[in-house]
């Protein structure tokens, strides 16, 4: 049995991002937010035009870079801000806003040639829905994994269907297991979003999620909180149905929970996430992002657990 201690992480309790590039590619590794001007199937009236109803005018890239630039100045401007922190580092182009396998696979190659192309890019992370992955895209992707560090990150959200259909993704539980055990079989790395929050679930329900996602072949997990941000669909609703927020003494515990489920070789990608101080409506709190952390930092501690503690044991 090891030793629990051998399981810390960059002295955390759980797969850090950073520990794992950092073990993988010997320094500092940091991500290049883009935004190379996609939409997506939800947006553009194939499937609707509403969107999913939390999603921002953005398409979850605020902090990607400025639309309103090409490839070239966004990639230049992001990773000036990104040395002021960090001087020296290599970088990974994120494809992050709207979906970014939703277009031919000849413009895709185009993008994603681009970025690899850039000077001290070592990989890609892109962000996709599950219903945006057909099988000349999946052919282009595991071309780029046999020439690159890559994961695609996949937005399941929840496991339940009356979110997912009130949330109107248009895409279920059903279709994201179709799409990883494709990327799979392609020995492509799949990082799952999830939303804790979202309206008319219970924490049991939200706790579901994170258990089920535990138990699949996935290599990253994303928990997010639902932000409810200004502009969107379910602000409007907000507006006339309020609904709670959930407290972050609740989000902590939940999240501890989850992680105690995920096992060890899964790399927590993110357990918090902030929007716009002028975009949001609530929860407040979570513009205190390091404050989460830290929460869950120390009562991880204070309740001595770690990542994988509970784990199946799988064959």
Known sequence: MQNEKDLWWENKRYHTLNWELRNHFGQKIFKIPLDAGFTCPNR????????????????S????????????????QVKE??????????????FQAFSNTYGSAGHLRQLYDFALNQSDVIGLAIATRPDCLPEDVLDLLSELNQ???????????????????????KYNFADFKRTLAKLQVRNIRTVAHMILGLPGETC???????????E??????????????????LAKIYEKE?????????????VIKILEKIPPDVVIHRLTGDSPRRTLIGPTWSLNKWEVLNSIDS?????????????????
Not at 242 to 254: G, R, T, W
Request: aromatic residues 10%.
């Open 242 to 254: 309020p609904f709670p927020f959930l407290s972050q003494e609740n989000y902590v515990d939940m």
């Open 216 to 233: 699949l072949p996935i290599q990253g997990i994303k928990i997010h909180l639902l932000h409810l941000m200004k502009d969107t669909p």
């Open 61 to 76: 890239g605020d902090f990607a870079g400025d639309r309103k630039l090409d490839l070239p100045e966004q990639f230049t």
């Open 44 to 59: 553009d009236g194939k499937l609707s035009n509403q969107g999913c109803l939390f999603c921002s005018s953005r398409g």
């Open 81 to 94: 801000v990104m040395h002021k922190k960090w001087p020296k580092g290599k970088y990974i182009a994120y």
């Open 147 to 169: 020439r690159t560090y890559l994961w695609i990150e996949i937005g399941l959200q929840t496991i339940h269907e009356k979110t997912a259909e009130a949330m109107n993704l």
């Open 299 to 315: 009562k991880l501690s204070d309740r001595n657990t770690w990542q994988g503690r509970l784990a199946s044991i799988k064959a």
């Open 204 to 214: 049991e329900e939200m706790l579901q999620t994170g258990e089920i996602l535990a």
